[in-house]
């Protein structure tokens, strides 16, 4: 019989973590969106957000391997916040719903679209984690999506997405000095 632990010792066990490899896995997927963006038509690089956001879920998969967070560990304790950020993905994977519409009418609001909705899972992240890093990535995130969205309407499928990546090393940077200072305290 496994003793149940407190969701504040639950708590302190999630934000002792890396958090590296999904924001690794993001940064490539949106990096490989720019790419496309710039060589391919705008419908086509559409269709490539599309596949290359989708599939950040599984690379990240196989980077947390590398990064030594193994999300696919069977021997890890149960943790009710990673529910909780499950809940988090799911309801912005649920924004789908409204990007695709709008894609269907404007293929070139894709990057506004998914560019914001896939960044929304880092508000509930701060909060588990008590650090402001997940509010800078989804509220920086989302101002910056949308001035470069309106700025730049020719280069949506190029600019959009390295704005993204660049939020995402500035988050990669936090993350991993978080990580030593939380890490070196223990």
Request: hydrophobic fraction near 55%; glycine fraction near 6%; charge should be positive.
């Amino acid at each position: 019989m496994t003793q149940q632990r407190s969701l504040e010792t639950q708590r302190e066990e999630f934000g002792r973590r890396r958090f590296l490899a999904m924001p690794l896995a993001g940064t490539i997927a949106w990096l490989a969106c720019a790419v496309a963006g710039a060589l391919m038509d705008s419908r086509n690089a559409a269709i490539f957000i599309f596949i290359a956001t989708g599939m950040i879920v599984y690379l990240g998969i196989f980077l947390s391997k590398l990064t030594g967070e193994n999300f696919t560990d069977k021997n890890r304790p149960k943790n009710e916040f990673d529910r909780l950020f499950f809940y988090g993905a799911a309801m912005a994977i649920l924004v789908y719903s409204i990007a695709i519409p709008f894609f269907l009418k404007d293929h070139t609001s894709l990057p506004l679209t998914v560019g914001i909705l896939t960044g929304l899972m880092w508000m509930p992240l701060s909060w588990i984690i008590q650090h402001w890093i997940g509010l800078f990535h989804t509220l920086v995130r989302t101002a910056l999506v949308v001035v470069t969205w309106y700025a730049l309407p020719d280069h949506r499928f190029i600019a959009v997405p390295l704005v993204i990546v660049v939020i995402y090393i500035v988050t990669i940077a936090v993350l991993e000095s978080r990580w030593r200072k939380v890490n070196s305290a223990t």
